[in-house]
């Protein structure tokens, strides 16, 4: 069973799933591969997986650990045993897999750290449901706020903050942090590595940059949040009620749920591989 499996372990019986279920060409994840028509198995073993990790969410905002772990096991057998061909890409296949593994971490220690658990059942809830909703998934929802944090750091590089300044980008980073497994799950590769690019930019451009080079650098990432989301200049950044899918009361819970363990938490601060401040252009 997965859940005896090393991190390692279950990640190389991921690579050979997808190796022997794809036929995996020299060229991996491009966007061709989410293209493709979906196999009727797929969308059933999608949904399957889906109604899982549901039911997993709800046990953790209950704080029942042992059925969270019962939940958990259901959901690892799920994925290893699921193709998903046609849903997502392969780097799609593996996002999903390492929030499965995340959630068997803080599973382990969820009476030490609650607010990393409830993040981790955020993650893969998010990150299941963006699977089976590639146009309305839950996770688009995050738009406005990651929008809001960027904007906050526009007005703190406005007014010479550089503390203010950090402290937004942090938010707009652990923010984007939880949704960044759906996101990969259903857009572009390059899309994904543009966003990374711009966040480890931004991160010195807050840090030690002129005042006026952060704010450009604010004004980078909301072009390439407006690409992420599919929006376009001057779209409401929420649909209106009726339009949205499903119970929307159910649906903006989760974000609210998942922000405040973020606000309380300080959950996985921003490790840029260059703390420095260098030019970027996309």
Do not use: C
Not at 126 to 138: V, Y
Not at 202 to 219: Q, R
Not at 225 to 230: D, E, H, I, K
């Amino acid at each position: 069973m997965i859940s005896k499996m090393t991190h390692s372990g279950f990640m190389l019986a991921v690579f050979l799933a997808i190796w022997t279920l794809w036929g995996v060409s020299p060229v991996w994840g491009s966007h061709s591969d989410s293209n493709q028509k979906p196999a009727p198995a797929a969308k059933l073993q999608a949904e399957a997986l889906v109604k899982e990790t549901e039911q997993l969410y709800k046990l953790v905002q209950e704080g029942k650990v042992e059925e969270v772990k019962q939940s958990l096991r259901k959901v690892q057998q799920q994925f290893e045993a699921s193709s998903f061909q046609g849903l997502t890409t392969v780097e799609g296949i593996q996002a999903l897999a390492e929030t499965i593994v995340e959630m068997k971490e803080t599973t382990a220690r969820a009476q030490l750290e609650p607010e990393q658990w409830m993040i981790a059942a955020g993650k893969l809830r998010l990150a299941a449901d963006s699977l089976t909703h590639p146009k309305d998934g839950i996770w688009l929802q995050y738009y406005k706020v990651l929008r809001e944090d960027l904007q906050q750091v526009e007005i703190s590089a406005a007014k010479q903050d550089r503390p203010g300044m950090k402290a937004a980008f942090t938010r707009l980073h652990d923010h984007y942090e939880l949704i960044r497994p759906a996101v990969i799950v259903q857009r572009k590769p390059e899309e994904v590595s543009m966003m990374d690019s711009w966040l480890s930019f931004a991160k010195g451009a807050v840090s030690n940059a002129p005042y006026a080079e952060a704010k450009k650098a604010a004004a980078q990432g909301d072009e390439l949040l407006n690409l992420l989301f599919g929006k376009k200049k001057d779209e409401p950044v929420l649909a209106p009620l009726g339009e949205a899918r499903g119970p929307w009361l159910g649906q903006l819970l989760l974000p609210a749920f998942i922000l405040a363990a973020l606000t309380f938490a300080g959950y996985r601060k921003y490790k840029g591989a260059h703390d420095g401040y260098r030019p970027w252009s996309p």
